[in-house]
């Protein structure tokens, strides 16, 4: 399969999987495909402003770097992310680092150190029982912007191997589509277009862009499938 052109809209591609014209591996393939594509594009878009884009990052960065370093985020016990809007007119972040965290007077999410989440056995892409906000849930648009300018910039400390004797917090990587379409949803609301996810490579701030349509439209293929595989017979 080329990499130059995207192969259908993520519609056709869930049509497809539905009619069995598509296996949920070769629907995962398309998505995939089409996520690259428009991701590449998106980088395009921005390319003038990446030196700008990544001195915000380096802000960005400090509170993830922090996590890491001290192995620890109260707030949450699987992961902090953190988010802020950057302007091309302002050269930088115009809204406050907001981070994942539950609202004031909240029913807590920990139950003797424990994830409510984790504890139900609710993973993947699914946030029913978590009454955080996630960090791009905090942010508001700043008076006076023009919401399609603005970059929605996020990154994060994850723990992994959760629930052993040797988990860590580590940086967030930026492989694939943003994971949570509820934050994908609260930001295209919000009239927010792209995305920036940053992660770090070799000391210094690493950006991946997406559009968020785009990569909504490809997440929920990925869930699609990933459902359907797991009704299929073994």
């Known amino acids: 399969m080329g ?4 192969v259908t809209s ?5 049509r497809d999987l539905f009619e ?3 296996t949920p591996e070769g629907a995962r393939t398309c998505a995939l495909h089409n996520f690259n594509h428009d991701s590449a594009a998106c980088e395009h878009k921005w390319l003038l402003w990446h030196e700008e884009v990544k001195q915000a990052a380096e802000l960005l960065l400090e509170p993830a770097r ?6 620890c985020y109260e707030p949450c016990l699987k992961a902090g992310f953190f988010a802020a809007l950057y302007s091309p007119h302002m050269h930088g972040l115009v809204t406050r680092i907001e981070g994942t965290r539950p609202a004031h007077g909240a029913m807590p999410c920990q139950f003797d150190r424990t994830c409510l989440r984790l504890a139900s056995n609710v993973d993947g892409d699914r946030y029913d029982n978590c009454p ?3 960090a791009a849930q905090w942010l508001d648009v700043p008076q006076g912007f023009d ?12 723990l992994v191997d959760h629930g052993y004797e040797h988990c ?5 990587d930026s492989q694939g589509p943003y994971r949570c379409s509820m934050c994908l ?26 559009p968020v349509q785009a990569t909504l439209g490809c997440l929920l293929v990925l869930n699609l499938a990933n459902m359907l595989d797991e009704k299929l017979p073994t």
Request: hydrophobic share 40%; net charge positive.
């Open 3 to 6: 990499q130059g052109s995207r």
């Open 10 to 14: 993520y519609d056709q591609i869930a």
């Open 20 to 22: 069995a014209n598509l």
């Open 66 to 71: 922090r996590v890491v370093r001290n192995q």
């Open 132 to 134: 955080s906000v996630h």
């Open 147 to 158: 919401t399609a300018s603005l970059l929605w910039m996020e990154t994060g400390a994850v």
């Open 168 to 172: 860590r917090y580590v940086l967030a």
């Open 185 to 210: 949803k609260s930001m295209s609301g919000k009239g927010i277009v792209d995305v920036c996810r940053v992660t770090e490579m070799d000391g210094k701030p690493s950006l991946h862009f997406a």
